[in-house]
């Protein structure tokens, strides 16, 4: 693709002054008008639309897993009348687990690597292992180990560790490449239409996994393990397709192995330290992961004591966030370069302090309840798009991949924390104080953001009074 000549529109507001991918001459770029705005250069691009399409079916391949693996405990080592429950909570455990030990560490060497090379590899390993799973499960059937536990079983704990771990090397590559590909000021596009796709993942995933395995066992039924093939085959066809992708990146291999991996971690420690804009969006991105994840536990809560609902039909609520997040994507990809980030983010901060306080005084009434859940995926949007906009602008392109690995590795481990303390905190102070007080929490957040982006923007060693 030919480069464009080396311009910065003045009339582009942009998220920070002058910046070296802008300036960059072997760098790929969109080819809009300089006046587009919204999805249409987005859609332009032909390399972002790779990398999307490759997301999708990456995507995909993440939702089904898990659906795959519960079919298979079921069918091959569940006994008649025994709980599921522990064989999932285990499954479950193997994919947590290289989330929290590896993300840091996988950015830092994704850093030493071509982004393409790591996007393809690790999808192609993944189907790689996934497609291996139905032969090492009937290598291994009829033998026990640990007490009776089927080895078969251990196998795919093996497997599932497998592709957690790649994924751990896929996810910021995956961020890192979107700079490359997309002009700076299309950034904004771009992160709502990953966005939306990543929402609609969640969204309609774990439905859709079953009956797109039973379709397969439909269409493959003379063929054992029909899923593996389903999820396996949308890695590989993933890796495949990102193989079309054409990324100009200035990587010297040889040279960035020779720095030790502890420098790196320092290094990337220190672009937070030195760049408070990038670390106040992390933080607020944190803040915003922890009260969603607080979110899920209390939805399974309202739904109990809601009466139209039952607590199983929790994933309603759910889904009405997903919606709203959905469609706020989408709005903020198309009308959020209009305005400068930080101004985003204190609007959705505000709309998502003030859906939470509004969720506590309806969670028995099932339409003002959706009604609210659905603003609050909606303001939730007009949060995360702009702060991952900003870590993706403002950090520079040799340092990305560790920072989005410590962004990983740092929303892994805050998940965590909400999962365990919600229904504690639920339970002795009610719902409606948590979700108060989680409402408190993303206000202050989002004030705080605020308040360090208009400081930093005004400083004399800003070239964006915008920002």
Not at 33 to 45: A, D, S, T, Y
Not at 71 to 81: D, H, P
Not at 224 to 232: A, L, T
Not at 306 to 319: D, S
Request: charged content about 15%.
């Amino acid at each position: 693709m030919t480069p464009l000549p080396d311009t910065n529109p003045v009339d582009v507001p942009e998220i920070d002054g002058d910046h070296p991918d802008d300036r960059n001459p072997d760098r790929p770029h969109d080819h809009p008008e300089n006046g587009e705005r919204g999805f249409l250069p987005v859609f332009k691009n032909k390399n972002f639309l790779t990398l999307w399409g490759g997301q999708v079916f990456s995507q995909i391949a993440d939702k089904v897993y898990l659906v795959m693996a519960i079919a298979l405990v079921a069918n091959q080592f569940q006994a008649e009348g025994q709980s599921i429950s522990g064989w999932v909570s285990a499954i479950t455990i193997a994919f947590t687990i290289p989330a929290v030990l590896f993300g840091f560490i996988a950015g830092v060497l994704v850093d030493r690597w071509h982004k393409k090379d790591v996007l393809v590899t690790t999808n192609i390993l993944r189907g790689g292992f996934v497609l291996l799973l139905p032969i090492l499960v009937w290598l291994s059937e009829g033998r026990t180990l640990f007490d009776g536990i089927p080895l078969g079983f251990i196998m795919l704990l093996g497997v599932t560790l497998l592709v957690s771990t790649l994924t751990q090397f896929f996810a910021p590559a995956e961020q890192a490449a979107i700079p490359l590909l997309v002009q700076r000021q299309h950034l904004l596009s771009a992160n709502s239409l990953y966005t939306t796709t990543m929402m609609a993942s969640v969204i309609i995933g774990f439905a859709v996994g079953e009956p797109v395995l039973a379709f397969a066992n439909q269409l493959l039924g003379h063929l054992n393990y029909s899923e593996e093939i389903v999820v396996g085959g949308s890695y590989v066809l993933s890796g495949i397709l990102l193989l079309l992708m054409q990324v100009r990146e200035k990587v010297d291999v040889k040279e960035r192995a020779k720095t030790k991996v502890w420098e790196d971690l320092k290094t990337g420690l220190a672009v937070l330290r030195d760049k408070p804009r990038v670390r106040s969006a992390l933080i607020q991105l944190i803040i915003l992961f922890c009260a969603f994840a607080a979110l899920a536990v209390l939805a399974v809560r309202v739904a109990e004591i809601m009466p139209e609902l039952r607590a199983e039909q929790f994933g309603f609520l759910l889904a009405a966030n997903g919606v709203g997040m959905a469609v706020g994507a989408a709005i903020v990809g198309q009308i959020g370069s209009n305005f400068v980030p930080r101004r985003l983010n204190l609007y959705g901060s505000i709309g998502v302090a003030l859906c939470l306080a509004s969720l506590s005084f309806y969670t028995s009434q099932l339409i003002p309840c959706l009604i609210v859940i659905t603003l609050l995926g909606f303001s939730a949007a007009w949060v995360g798009i702009p702060m991952q906009t900003i870590i993706q602008a403002e950090t520079p392109e040799e340092q990305r991949g560790k920072v989005f690995g410590l962004q990983n590795n740092a929303v892994n481990i805050a998940l965590t924390l909400p999962l365990a303390l919600a229904s504690i905190a639920e339970a002795q102070f009610g719902l409606g104080p948590v979700l108060q007080s989680l409402g408190v929490i993303v206000a202050l957040g989002g004030l705080i953001t605020w308040y360090i982006a208009d400081k930093s923007s005004r400083s004399p060693q800003s070239n964006s009074p915008r920002w």
